[in-house]
């Protein structure tokens, strides 16, 4: 089966435009906490409800998703997360705040497990590799996000946010006159694999799959304590540009979408796990480089770092639906929904650690996160032992 670049070329533009809006909201953070008067960990809880909507409900969907496709959620999904972070810079009232988050979280959630199984189908032998097409986008969308909304707050104040609507509105006509070629091979796999038929869960492959979870929960505290706590460093700590903040969190962003696309081919042809320990390992001189350093040293010590550690986003997407080969929607939605999201759960803990110690201590806590997942990445068990070597 030859990769379809085409499918997976409008899947990527969608996964772009939806997380448009992650990238988006630990840029617009400092301008919320100013605006409402909020505490760091205030801001905090913003980013927590973000991600347990966004990310750590994404198994629900892809539990559903996996019972009977809903390709309808491919155009809807793009624009309500558009539309719940198009609102937030005319909320005065933080309650509401969060509702509006929540609201973009649910489309971004709604988004992922029903995309990457969609896009599992059109990726042909070279999983990773094409598997990373379609990630790329969601890179590039996250990368993206906070110079756009930073841009648009700089040129029209905190209402400039409603200019996130347009794209999810284009997207999402895009994809309604798109479906039906798209979710087809969707629907005649899931027509081929009754319900009945699917295999339970071995020992050996739950353990693999923890294992794994456990990596991308280090992978994406590190990513998102990063993003979030850079502007709060050059914002609000060093009172500095928050262009050149929105620079640098873009700058990480995008070196990780760079390598999400030549790292993928690497990891296909190196091998999925040994490609994830490798990375892992190799991020931290350049992070410490990066928290030490300074001046112009500091865009390119986090673009290497950004674009080792992203690199591994597909790829343990892949591993994941290796393991879970007849439950591709929950195997996206776990690696890119819980997992991602439970991560993402850390930087309320940086945010404790930053009101009682100070952003840059919040910033030094950071790097140790990455040399546990080198570790943690050792102990996988990957690919999975055969069925008929288990309880062996």
Same mark, same amino acid.
């Given at each position: 089966?030859?990769?379809?670049?085409?499918?997976?070329?409008?899947?990527?533009?969608?996964?772009?435009?939806?997380?448009?809006?992650?990238?988006?909201?630990?840029?617009?953070?400092?301008?919320?906490?100013?605006?409402?008067?909020?505490?760091?960990?205030?801001?905090?809880?913003?980013?927590?409800?973000?991600?347990?909507?966004?990310s750590v409900i994404q198994p629900?969907?892809?539990?559903?998703?996996?019972?009977?496709?809903?390709?309808?959620?491919?155009?809807?999904?793009?624009?309500?997360?558009?539309?719940?972070?198009?609102?937030?810079?005319?909320?005065?009232?933080?309650?509401?705040?969060?509702?509006?988050?929540?609201?973009?979280?649910?489309?971004?959630?709604?988004?992922?497990?029903?995309?990457?199984?969609?896009?599992?189908?059109?990726?042909?032998?070279?999983?990773?590799?094409?598997?990373?097409?379609?990630?790329?986008?969601?890179?590039?969308?996250?990368?993206?996000?906070?110079?756009?909304?930073?841009?648009?707050?700089?040129?029209?104040?905190?209402? %400039? @946010? *409603?200019?996130?609507?347009?794209?999810?509105? /284009?997207? #999402?006509?895009?994809?309604?006159? =798109?479906?039906?070629? $798209?979710?087809?091979?969707?629907?005649?796999?899931?027509?081929?694999?009754?319900?009945?038929?699917?295999?339970?869960?071995?020992?050996?492959?739950?353990?693999?799959?923890?294992?794994?979870?456990?990596?991308?929960?280090?992978?994406?505290?590190?990513?998102m304590g990063l993003v979030t706590?850079?502007?709060?460093?050059?914002?609000?700590?060093?009172?500095?540009?928050?262009?050149?903040?929105?620079?640098?969190?873009?700058?990480?962003?995008m070196a990780g979408a760079f %390598? @999400? *696309?030549?790292?993928?081919?690497?990891?296909? /042809?190196? #091998?999925?796990?040994?490609?994830? =320990?490798?990375?892992? $390992?190799?991020?931290?001189?350049?992070?410490?480089?990066?928290?030490?350093?300074?001046?112009?040293?500091?865009?390119?010590?986090?673009?290497?770092?950004?674009?080792?550690?992203?690199?591994?986003?597909?790829?343990?997407?892949?591993?994941?639906?290796?393991?879970?080969?007849?439950?591709?929607?929950?195997?996206?939605?776990?690696?890119?929904?819980?997992?991602?999201?439970?991560?993402?759960?850390?930087?309320?803990?940086?945010?404790?650690?930053?009101?009682?110690? %100070?952003?840059?201590?919040?910033?030094?806590?950071?790097?140790?996160?990455?040399?546990?997942?080198?570790?943690?990445?050792?102990?996988?068990?990957?690919?999975?032992?055969?069925?008929?070597?288990?309880?062996?």
């Amino acid at each position: 089966m030859k990769m379809n670049k085409k499918a997976l070329a409008l899947l990527s533009v969608g996964h772009l435009v939806t997380d448009l809006n992650q990238g988006a909201l630990p840029a617009l953070l400092p301008y919320f906490k100013e605006s409402l008067n909020l505490s760091y960990t205030m801001a905090g809880v913003i980013l927590l409800f973000s991600n347990l909507t966004s990310s750590v409900i994404q198994p629900v969907f892809g539990y559903f998703s996996d019972r009977h496709p809903k390709g309808w959620i491919l155009p809807l999904a793009p624009f309500v997360a558009c539309l719940g972070m198009a609102v937030t810079g005319f909320i005065s009232v933080y309650p509401l705040l969060i509702l509006a988050v929540m609201v973009s979280g649910f489309g971004i959630a709604s988004f992922h497990p029903e995309g990457f199984k969609t896009a599992h189908f059109f990726t042909g032998e070279k999983k990773a590799t094409g598997m990373s097409l379609f990630s790329v986008g969601g890179n590039f969308g996250v990368a993206l996000g906070p110079i756009l909304a930073l841009t648009l707050v700089a040129s029209f104040g905190l209402k %400039g @946010t *409603l200019a996130m609507i347009i794209p999810g509105f /284009l997207l #999402g006509a895009v994809f309604l006159f =798109s479906i039906r070629w $798209l979710t087809d091979p969707v629907q005649l796999a899931f027509t081929q694999t009754p319900q009945e038929e699917k295999p339970p869960v071995s020992r050996h492959e739950l353990l693999s799959l923890l294992t794994l979870i456990g990596i991308v929960i280090l992978r994406s505290w590190t990513q998102m304590g990063l993003v979030t706590y850079i502007p709060f460093y050059y914002i609000n700590y060093l009172k500095g540009d928050p262009l050149y903040a929105g620079k640098l969190v873009s700058t990480f962003l995008m070196a990780g979408a760079f %390598g @999400t *696309l030549v790292g993928s081919p690497m990891a296909d /042809l190196w #091998g999925h796990k040994r490609f994830v =320990s490798w990375t892992m $390992l190799l991020t931290l001189p350049f992070l410490f480089a990066f928290v030490y350093g300074g001046g112009s040293a500091a865009f390119v010590m986090l673009a290497l770092a950004g674009m080792l550690f992203i690199s591994t986003f597909s790829v343990t997407i892949v591993m994941a639906q290796t393991i879970l080969r007849y439950r591709l929607g929950m195997a996206s939605g776990l690696m890119v929904g819980f997992a991602v999201g439970t991560g993402g759960i850390g930087v309320t803990f940086l945010g404790m650690i930053a009101d009682h110690w %100070g952003v840059p201590v919040a910033m030094k806590a950071i790097l140790i996160l990455p040399l546990v997942g080198f570790f943690l990445s050792l102990l996988i068990q990957y690919p999975p032992r055969a069925k008929h070597n288990e309880g062996h």
